[in-house]
């Protein structure tokens, strides 16, 4: 099992670019979630996803869109990146139910919007 | 989700027991306490979780009070590779399981 992958590692943008970051889990997860983590600070969710096909907001979801239209794979995509954008990004995937649900955690995205 | 709340940093000798603290008196019934860590800038790694009872893995052990308000996790012989970030969260043992609010954590910095 790979886990939970996440491309790229590293991303420099410009002010208004636009990007997708990619992640993607083989653990056969319901449950898939982006968080966003400034330097020194803990982590903030983004977007959540409880299946294929369904979505929710997060604590910070402003400026991202995601989609699931797979169980493996829930894409984040940046729509026009600002400096405030700049931060490390992480993907996790759970089991939806049950008790031993802990999340794993990609290797993270760092992100510097210029 | 119940808020949780944790000292912002701890030191612990190498060797010696590390015992982190968490509050947590919001919770809910059906709430679990999940703790992770976080080493230099990687993924969070889970560490362990409990309901109401002790529970002990072959990482930590964590010591929940018997209204649930609060929590300990203990790092029974701590080396240099534990130094990381450790945070306490809660969430439903079902459902949402993820929607979990990572707050700030604690630093625990274990020195020779």
């Known amino acids: 099992n790979a886990g939970v992958t996440q491309t790229p590692k590293f991303q420099v943008l410009k002010t208004g670019q636009s990007m997708t970051l990619q992640c993607a889990q083989d653990?056969?997860?319901?449950?898939m979630s982006w968080y966003r983590q400034d330097p020194g600070m803990g982590l903030r969710l983004i977007h959540y996803?409880?299946?294929?096909?369904?979505?929710d907001q997060g604590e910070v979801p402003n400026g991202y869109n995601v989609s699931r239209s797979t169980t493996e794979d829930f894409p984040l995509r940046l729509l026009s990146a600002a400096p405030s954008q700049t931060s490390v990004y992480f993907c996790?995937?759970?089991?939806?139910?049950?008790?031993?649900?802990?999340?794993?955690f990609g290797p993270g995205t760092r992100l510097t919007v210029l | 989700d119940a808020k949780t709340t944790q000292p912002p940093s701890m030191d612990c000798a190498e060797g010696r027991a590390a015992n982190l603290p968490c509050n947590h008196s919001?919770?809910?019934?059906?709430?679990?306490v999940y703790w992770y860590r976080q080493i230099h800038s990687q993924g969070p790694q889970y560490i362990i979780h409990?309901?109401?009872n002790n529970e002990t893995n072959e990482m930590a052990s964590l010591i929940i009070t018997e209204d649930r308000k609060s929590s300990t996790l203990i790092l029974p012989h701590a080396t240099l590779r534990d130094t990381a970030v450790y945070y306490c969260?809660?969430?439903?043992?079902?459902?949402?399981?993820?929607?979990?609010?990572f707050g700030d954590g604690t630093t625990l910095t274990v020195k020779p």
């Open positions: 969260i809660v969430s439903p043992g079902y459902t949402n399981a993820g929607k979990s609010t």
């Open positions: 409990g309901l109401k």
């Open positions: 919001t919770i809910s019934g059906n709430e679990y």
């Open positions: 996790a995937s759970s089991r939806l139910a049950g008790v031993n649900n802990e999340q794993f």
């Open positions: 996803s409880v299946g294929a096909g369904i979505t």
């Open positions: 653990m056969n997860h319901e449950y």
